[in-house]
């Protein structure tokens, strides 16, 4: 079976673990969690880096960085991974769901800057839906699959409401915004390192701003808010610090950032060449303002194609290749039918004609050729037998 996407272990992980065991700094102080700081931090082109234990507790601790409280609203593309949501209620707070926009897949401009302008009135100088009587307190632009949002529309937008914005960048560490560097764009910018991702750490995350007072602010509550050495704690923290073996690894990824992000931008273009004479299917947007790091690869099916994802996976499976449909959206997940949400064209039109394709950095050229061969065939004869029903 050719794999959807499994981590590349052949640097220096396996030596840095080693070292983790040899000095017995196995926990959350050591070296490698200092050093993955400082690498995250210079390609965010951010001054400071919080490490944490997973991409969900680095937005957690974001959120609460930026000021969410209990009650809030969160503005947040639909169109997302559920973690993104779920950060937002461990805040006590509730998502408010926005479209996302067809040239990128991310946080539609437009319809953020129109809901803010019909839904919202400022009282005392802070942000309230009008009909909710909700305080608003962040917006949370999603990258998805490594392409930047158009963040500083979005900042300009949520400037003239007071508003910090928050990145879930899970996918887009190296991304580049404007031929710059996307990870200093927001208020503060969320990482995973999940297995999933083209730099893993097995699992951990990782906040970044150039914001002193919001980096102090997210070490001290994702390090149980303690205050000096001994048993002495402030607030309420958390336990979120990522572990010296999590960053051991993740410091042997980070050295082949650009080797694996170019390797994930190769499959991309791979997929494109091969497969773009195939009528009925497109590929996945890239846009204009940025540069993806391409965190997957993979074909969207024309909607009257009529396909289901599910039975293209499953003949994909039987000719050896793994493949996925992508995120379902939050608002259709149960915990968030009644969220807030606007108008969401592109989300509900998209999201169940996406296919995910193998897209492992270290694919091999013969598995890449054998994937596009099952594919062509696979895509065509069920392009043309739903077109003849
Ligand atoms: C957009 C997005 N946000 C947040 C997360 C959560 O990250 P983690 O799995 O490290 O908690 C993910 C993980 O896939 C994601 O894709």
């Known amino acids: 079976m050719i794999p ?22 196995v926990s959350s102080v050591g070296q490698f969690v200092v050093r993955l700081e400082e690498m995250v931090s210079a390609v965010s082109g951010t001054a400071y880096a919080v490490a944490t234990s997973a ?12 000021g969410v409280q209990r009650d809030d609203m969160v503005i947040i593309p639909s169109y997302t991974f559920i973690a993104t949501a779920n950060a937002v209620s461990h805040c006590g707070a509730i998502p408010w769901c ?5 040239a990128s897949w991310t946080m539609s401009a437009d319809i953020l800057e129109d809901e803010l302008e019909r839904k919202v009135v ?3 100088g802070k942000p309230y ?3 909710l009587r909700r305080r608003i307190a962040a917006v949370v632009p999603v990258y998805t699959l490594g392409n930047p949002a158009d963040i500083d529309r979005i900042k300009e937008i949520a400037s003239r409401y007071g508003l910090p914005v928050v990145a879930d960048a899970a996918a887009a560490v190296g991304a580049e915004y404007k031929h710059d560097k996307a990870g200093k764009y927001a208020d503060i910018t969320v990482y995973s390192f999940n297995g999933n991702k083209t730099v893993t750490c097995g699992g951990g995350g990782a906040i970044v701003s150039n914001d002193k007072e919001l980096i102090d602010r997210a070490k001290h509550l994702s390090t149980t808010a303690r205050v000096g050495a001994d048993y002495d704690f402030d607030m309420v923290g958390y336990n979120y610090r990522m572990t010296n073996i999590q960053a051991a690894v993740g410091c042997a990824q980070m050295e082949r950032l650009h080797e694996l992000i170019s390797h994930k931008r190769r499959i991309r273009q791979y997929y494109r060449n091969s497969l773009s004479d195939i009528k009925g299917i497109c590929f996945f947007p890239e846009p204009e303002w940025g540069e993806s790091t391409c965190w997957f690869s993979g074909i969207v099916f024309d909607r009257d194609c009529n396909i289901k994802i599910k039975e293209v996976c499953e003949k994909l499976k039987a000719e050896g290749i793994e493949s996925r ?3 379902k959206p939050v608002h259709l997940q149960l915990p968030y039918q009644n969220v807030e949400k ?13 296919l995910t394709l193998p897209c492992s950095t270290g694919i091999t050229t013969e598995e890449l050729q054998q994937t596009v061969k099952s594919v062509r065939q696979v895509c065509t004869e069920m392009i043309q037998n739903n077109h003849k029903k």
């Open 4 to 25: 959807l996407a499994v981590p590349d272990l052949n640097g220096n992980e396996r030596k840095y673990l080693n070292e983790c065991i040899d000095s017995t700094f």
């Open 55 to 66: 991409g969900t507790t680095a937005l957690h601790t974001a959120l609460l960085s930026a």
């Open 98 to 102: 926005i479209d996302i926009d067809e």
């Open 122 to 124: 400022m009282i005392d």
């Open 129 to 131: 839906h009008s009909a």
């Open 325 to 327: 449909p992508f995120w």
């Open 342 to 354: 606007s108008t969401l064209q592109v989300t509900e039109s998209i999201w169940n004609r996406i």
